[in-house]
């Protein structure tokens, strides 16, 4: 089976702009979660989608949203680019609906840069 | 609110001698607890969790709710240890998300 793809792998922006961030799961898992990794703060979670729907949120502002598919692909989108943004965003993914399948499945994640 | 403290950044020990990565959380119902590792150039893996109770690597944890507690044990460090761990927590409930702590850098010495 495909692993989790994220794409782009490396994006640079400037401070104002907006990204889109990409995350394609592995077949057959429904439910995706996206985290935000920096040396300061580890993983921080953003927020889960799970059928097209967002279960789970974590607390960061409004710029920072996102969606997912009928095809189970999410996006994660980050508006009025901050420095503080920069970081590696991860995607996850894991079947969902029974406890024994809470592993996670990352992906390779995304490096956003602001400048 | 869900909490997870590793309160070590960095932990460094010799070849062969045990390791214990710490990992302390806040809960106030019953949580699932989990260890993932991150080797140099590789992906974000689940290690093991409590649930599941079993060895991986030489690794376990056991999870102490009096203490609230997860810490991960290897009685004798290899080099390839060498990695970055997180724990994580989840609610024992269906389909809660998974909180992670700071992680802690492991550097095995030879």
């Not at chain 2, 950044?9 to 010799?14: E, I």
Request: charged share 20%; glycine share 8%.
């Amino acid at each position: 089976k495909a692993g989790v793809t994220q794409t782009p792998r490396y994006l640079i922006k400037t401070r104002g702009q907006q990204v889109t961030l990409s995350c394609s799961p592995i077949s057959g898992h429904r439910s995706v979660s996206w985290y935000q990794q920096t040396p300061g703060q580890g993983l921080q979670f953003l927020f889960e989608y799970f059928s097209e729907t967002q279960r789970n949120k974590g607390n960061f502002p409004g710029r920072f949203s996102g969606r997912q598919f009928s095809n189970s692909r999410s996006e994660m989108n980050v508006s009025t680019l901050e420095l503080g943004d920069s970081a590696l965003y991860l995607c996850a993914s894991r079947l969902s609906g029974t406890k024994p399948h809470n592993e996670q499945f990352f992906g390779p994640g995304t490096r956003l840069t602001v400048l | 609110a869900q909490r997870v403290t590793q309160p070590e950044k960095l932990l460094s020990v010799f070849k062969g001698a045990p390791v214990e990565l710490k990992c302390n959380y806040s809960y106030s119902g019953s949580p699932e607890l989990f260890w993932y590792v991150q080797y140099s150039r590789q992906r974000l893996q689940l290690l093991l969790r409590h649930i599941s109770r079993e060895s991986i690597k030489g690794f376990t944890a056991d999870l102490n709710k009096g203490e609230t507690s997860f810490h991960l044990k290897k009685p004798f460090a290899q080099e390839e240890d060498s990695a970055m761990y997180y724990c994580a927590l989840s609610a024992a409930r269906r389909d809660d998300k998974i909180i992670f702590g700071k992680g802690t850098r492991l550097h095995i010495l030879p």
